[in-house]
């Protein structure tokens, strides 16, 4: 069964720096798409970044980028020069053929000033 | 850039009555997600559509139905309302069914069952 395993609950990163996110699946179909989402307290799921099981090339989106290593089953977002408004819960997700999204646990960041 | 607009933003409802959430995708996406966030919990996939069909059906009580309609937009309907039902409903779209594809969610419908 597929599943996406996020390990960090919570994590506290000084303003500025890279912050990291981790998150593994489990899947035994060769195709299938990989996101992140980033949810403020507001509420609302905002879409940072994907990437497809068969893309070369690492995602990046301005200052996401998603380092992915398919042997390792890995999908971790990388934040780079984190910012306040960085502050919030992250969901990693994962897509496969039978077509709906499922989540992992998440992970709530800080940003300390 | 157009979005996945939800209406209505909050909604609060008493035990037993029924409640309506729509979904309006992005223009060109004919794929609808439906998913329910308990306080603290991650999304949960209640149902999909894709070209006005349903696709894929998760934990989706009885209670509630939902159909796409021939403009593509969305609707959930949850009748007989539950305590349990409050929680955060998220609709989401993307242009097809392809695992190549992003997935953009809506703002959210905050219900809250009294």
């Known amino acids: 069964a597929q599943k996406i395993t996020q390990t960090q609950p919570g994590m506290f990163v000084q303003e500025k720096e890279a912050v990291t996110l981790d998150c593994t699946y489990d899947t035994s179909d060769p195709s299938y798409g990989l996101f992140w989402y980033k949810q403020p307290s507001s509420g609302e799921m905002i879409f940072l970044i994907y990437?497809?099981?068969?893309?070369?090339q690492n995602a990046t989106e301005g200052r996401y980028s998603l380092n992915f290593q398919k042997a390792r089953k890995s999908a971790n977002l990388v934040i780079s020069a984190s910012q306040l408004g960085d502050s919030a819960m992250y969901f990693c997700a994962m897509r496969q053929r039978d077509d709906k999204i499922i989540f992992g646990k998440g992970t709530r960041l800080h940003i300390l000033p | 850039a157009a979005g996945v607009i939800q209406s209505p933003r909050h909604l609060i409802k008493e035990k037993r009555e029924t409640a309506t959430l729509k979904c309006y995708p992005i223009p060109r996406h004919d794929t609808v997600y439906w998913y329910q966030q308990g306080p603290g919990q991650d999304p949960q996939f209640l149902i999909s559509f894709y070209e006005k069909m349903q696709s894929d059906k998760g934990s989706i009580p009885d209670r509630f139905s939902a159909q796409q309609f021939s403009d593509y937009h969305s609707e959930l309907n949850m009748s007989s309302l539950e305590l349990g039902d409050s929680a955060l409903y998220f609709c989401a779209s993307s242009p097809g069914q392809g695992i190549n594809t992003e997935a953009f969610f809506g703002q959210g419908t905050r219900l809250t069952v009294v």
């Open positions: 990437q497809g099981s068969y893309d070369q």
